[in-house]
């Protein structure tokens, strides 16, 4: 298929503007070919404003895409149409939730205009505000549990130790097995205590060391065996946080992913990705001010991916998928994620699930830290 000139610039207002605007467009000629793309779709399809113009839907979607309907429709019928939760699937991207709105150019009957908008981050801030409430719930009931509950606790364990030394073989074992519970009940309140709300120092942090520190510890422990690949740019700002919150968020995210890939018995790579991206701002209610999130960290593996019925409750708390599981641990990297400002973004297909972190930078990063 030859090359299809972008735009000259004597006809270029209309496309300056489409180039400028942050939603992706693309204009489809008669054999469904992209005659003109803008630089948000180049990010979008991942793929070069080149190559997307010498290039056609067919390239990006299948042949029994609802895309296809909707520019049947267009030309037959004109005006505009919107499809909602459409899938963009290649080996470079994956898009899920995507809305595509199409419409015809009277003044040119052969093109159709197609803009793309992905409502996942919203429907991420929703279930982010429901995750929040549910994890102050928790937070709540932990400090009910540690003054009501682990001082009666240690009481039960104490009296049961004292008969466990005073009664027949026979009895030890059940005096031995009260201890085991107390033990186990006493472990679980203080889980529950890792969501209260203790003052929490924020401050500069190079989030590669933060990175770095997980792979070592992840490396010599639960992901031994499992290639871990590290693509960071080295160029990021440095990120507000608090590191050892930071540490635990990620050591979570990985041991899960490592877990992810040993249930399918075959070899696989967990890979740790940073990038900048500098569209993610979101407006805090009540205010005129806006949160910048530009600060982008992935945690990518190729395990069997998450179900769609799981997914969208992936950090409520107590749910678990896990046999052992306490549903616990995706519940407070929910929480600390809101501590900091930030938003989780969940890709999942079998073979390749990534759980994206934006969080806030700091203007002026320090020399070292």
């Not at 889980?191 to 010599?220: C, K």
């Not at 440095?238 to 930071?246: E, I, K, M, P, Y």
Request: with cysteine; hydrophobic share 40%; charged share 20%.
């Amino acid at each position: 298929m030859k090359a299809r000139p972008a735009p000259n610039n004597s006809s270029s207002a209309a496309s300056l503007i489409l180039d400028n605007m942050p939603v992706p467009v693309l204009e489809i000629g008669a054999d469904n070919g992209i005659r003109f793309a803008n630089s948000a779709a180049e990010e979008f399809f991942a793929t070069s404003r080149s190559q997307l113009c010498q290039s056609g839907l067919k390239d990006f979607v299948p042949e029994d895409h609802p895309l296809f309907l909707l520019v049947e429709h267009l030309r037959k019928i004109g005006g505009s149409v919107t499809e909602h939760e459409l899938v963009f699937s290649t080996p470079r991207f994956h898009k899920e939730g995507i809305t595509v709105q199409g419409a015809d150019m009277p003044e040119n009957p052969d093109a159709i205009v197609l803009t793309f908008h992905d409502s996942s981050t919203a429907r991420n801030l929703d279930r982010q505000l429901a995750f929040r409430s549910a994890a102050r719930s928790v937070s709540g009931m932990a400090a009910m549990l540690a003054h009501e509950v682990r001082n009666p606790l240690s009481g039960i364990k104490g009296a049961a130790q004292i008969l466990e030394n005073a009664v027949s073989e026979q009895d030890k074992e059940l005096a031995s097995l009260i201890c085991d519970e107390v033990d186990r009940i006493d472990a679980l309140v203080e889980r529950m205590g890792m969501f209260g709300e203790a003052p929490t120092e924020y401050r500069s942090l190079n989030i590669h060391r933060v990175l770095e520190h997980v792979r070592l510890l992840a490396e010599q422990g639960f992901a031994s065996g499992i290639r871990i690949i590290e693509r960071y740019d080295p160029s990021l700002p440095h990120v507000w946080g608090n590191r050892d919150q930071l540490i635990q968020v990620m050591l979570n995210l990985v041991k899960n992913a490592a877990e992810a890939i040993k249930e399918t018995d075959k070899p696989g790579e967990i890979t740790l990705l940073t990038s900048y991206r500098p569209g993610i701002r979101l407006a805090l209610p009540g205010t005129s001010q806006w949160r910048h999130l530009p600060l982008v960290v992935t945690v990518r593996d190729t395990g069997p991916g998450i179900s769609e019925t799981i997914r969208p409750h992936l950090f409520e708390p107590f749910l678990s998928t896990k046999i052992s599981g306490n549903g616990l641990g995706l519940a407070l990297v929910g929480k600390i994620m809101d501590d900091h400002g930030g938003v989780i973004e969940v890709e999942s297909r079998p073979g390749r699930t990534e759980i994206s972190l934006y969080l806030p930078i700091v203007s002026e990063p320090p020399a070292s830290g």
